[in-house]
């Protein structure tokens, strides 16, 4: 399983002739009817306004179904293709499946690890070493704490005894302490494009109306029972949360199996049970190529918080346009995760200090550093014999395998 991480035209100025540059500069002068100007301004708004409709579309349908986000759209078939496979990708949006953890037997749970200091150098190795035997999904280091969080995708009902795994790296020294926390509930925010601007690939937030919007509450549902999903369904829910941008003739020919055996897996199963309820959007740029454009992951943390705070908390939260992911865990502790450009971080933070104020240490505001981060797919290697297999021998093996951790003090 590899990790993934969040990862204009030129202009012509003149005309190169036997080494020399002969510059052409011209000066015209041009007059438009004033309605052909206004013609041309309602041109573009009509153009970003089917752009955002596109874009909302496809967290619900996926970026492969075409029909439907034409049919949900009114735009033509050809004209989304092209939005997808080239004009949104120069614009930094990525597309990955989100999955329904519970149908396919796997609950959720935040870890935060402090690694000693004799073993905070190795963090990265220990935890893709989990990631391959661990159910690790995903990691990161937390700047300025230096602390770790993790998700973990475990099979139902093996929490206490990941917990007591984690205790015993703690008694080994590996771990300076750990805290692990089931996920309530979660929620992926599909993309509101009201504030990208699609012709200057920018985002353009008025925060007084983001202020006056109506708060989406995060309340907690019945969790699903798990389907009768197979290790198939598995391949291709991995595949699809790498880049759901994929057809199946792609996924089939990489796997190597057949293609119908595929196409009947996804319709039957994945689609008919929702395995991939939707999708999700996001708006990244890398930094080392357009610094004023790129975004920083800034996680948000709120603990100890009362009923009335929470509630309070969560609604101004859930306007943040470059919100991505909301999780309330099982301890109270509600988890507000960002991309956030680097030009409007701090926009964000005076928003939230004057809707929520004098939050003071109930608050841990951590930044995501990149370069000691990965995610990876559902744990689909550990699916064997029709069940998910769970082993607290074999995570140690793993480690010491590595040459990281003994297996006895």
């Not at 035209?9 to 041009?30: A, E």
């Not at 004009?87 to 402090?114: N, P, Q």
Request: aromatic fraction near 12%; glycine fraction near 6%; include cysteine.
């Amino acid at each position: 399983m590899k990790g993934h991480r969040p990862a204009g035209p030129p202009s012509c100025v003149g005309f190169h002739q036997n080494r020399k540059t002969v510059m052409l500069n011209y000066s015209i002068m041009l007059t438009f009817p004033m309605s052909h100007v206004k013609s041309i301004e309602a041109s573009r708004d009509e153009t970003s306004d089917l752009e955002a409709r596109i874009i909302k579309a496809i967290g619900r349908a996926g970026p492969r179904n075409v029909a439907q986000i034409s049919r949900m759209t009114g735009a033509h078939q050809e004209t989304i293709r092209y939005k997808i496979k080239k004009r949104f990708g120069r614009l930094g949006f990525k597309f990955h499946a989100e999955v329904d953890y519970e149908k396919i037997g796997l609950s959720l749970h935040w870890a935060t690890l402090k690694f000693s200091r004799t073993h905070h150098g190795m963090a990265p190795q220990i935890l893709r070493a989990l990631n391959q035997v661990g159910y690790l999904a995903y990691f990161a280091k937390v700047v300025p704490q230096g602390d770790y969080t993790a998700l973990f995708t475990l099979p139902v009902d093996s929490a206490s005894q990941y917990g007591e795994f984690l205790g015993a790296l703690r008694e080994k020294g590996i771990l300076a302490d750990y805290a692990l926390d089931e996920v309530l509930v979660r929620r992926h925010k599909i993309m509101d494009p009201r504030f990208f601007n699609f012709r200057s690939g920018r985002w353009e937030v008025e925060w007084a109306k983001v202020a006056a919007e109506p708060p989406a509450p995060l309340s907690p549902v019945k969790k699903p029972r798990a389907e009768d999903f197979d290790y198939y369904d598995l391949l291709v829910i991995k595949e699809l949360q790498k880049d759901a941008l994929q057809h199946l003739t792609e996924i089939a020919r990489k796997l190597k199996v057949h293609q119908k055996t595929l196409e009947y897996h996804y319709r039957t199963h994945v689609q008919k049970w929702k395995l991939v309820p939707s999708y999700r959007i996001r708006w990244a740029r890398d930094t080392t190529r357009k610094p004023t454009h790129s975004t920083t992951f800034t996680r948000l943390a709120f603990n100890n918080l009362s009923r009335a705070e929470f509630a309070e908390v969560q609604g101004a939260i859930s306007k943040v346009p470059f919100l991505w992911l909301e999780d309330l865990l099982q301890s109270g502790t509600y988890i507000a995760s960002m991309y956030v450009p680097v030009t409007d971080l701090q926009s964000v933070l005076n928003y939230i200090g004057s809707t929520v104020p004098n939050l003071g240490s109930k608050i841990d505001v951590g930044f995501v550093n990149y370069s000691e981060a990965s995610s990876f797919t559902i744990p689909y290697n550990m699916y064997q014999n029709n069940a998910w297999k769970f082993d607290v021998h074999q995570m140690e093996r793993a480690l010491k395998k590595e040459s990281i951790v003994p297996l006895q003090k």
